[in-house]
């Protein structure tokens, strides 16, 4: 009921943010649809834990600075490399160890590693706990298999292994 409540509030502050109007019959017109809105997602099943995450969220406030400031060092370095009329480009497609265990915490590694320029996920592989991955330098391949960010995944996950 908790997660209902979060996903009810989550909504109405959405609603709230977008709308810019504030009449009395608006506002309470958009906290009734949202506590609607997060009852049908509990009965469509997806203000569950997968669809509506809130128990991430404080570790998410740590992590998405973090990856929020790789993202932008790893443009600065793709940037250079384009730019450079040698083209110092060494193509890598490689395997990657996931620590991660549960759904989110996979589609937050494999989408950090696709945030982060110069490096793709191009293939998950749940069974034997690996990603595909292209990276477009050997140093962006390296920094994908030292395992930092897999680390602060599991982390994310809240697990401190």
Known sequence: MLRTASLALALFAFWLLLSGHYTVWLVISGLVISILLALAGRKLGFADEEGHPIDRLFSGLIYWPWLAREIVKSSISVTRIILDPKLPISPQLF???????????????????????????????????????????????????????????????????
């Open 95 to 161: 395997h990657t160890k996931v620590s991660a265990r549960t759904s989110i915490g996979v589609a937050t590694y494999a989408n950090s590693i696709t945030l982060t320029p110069g490096t793709i996920t191009v293939g998950v592989d749940r069974e034997h706990d690996r990603f595909l991955v292209h990276a477009l330098t050997k140093a962006g391949a390296d920094d994908v298999e030292a395992g930092d960010m897999d680390r602060r995944v599991r982390r994310f996950e809240g697990r401190a292994e």
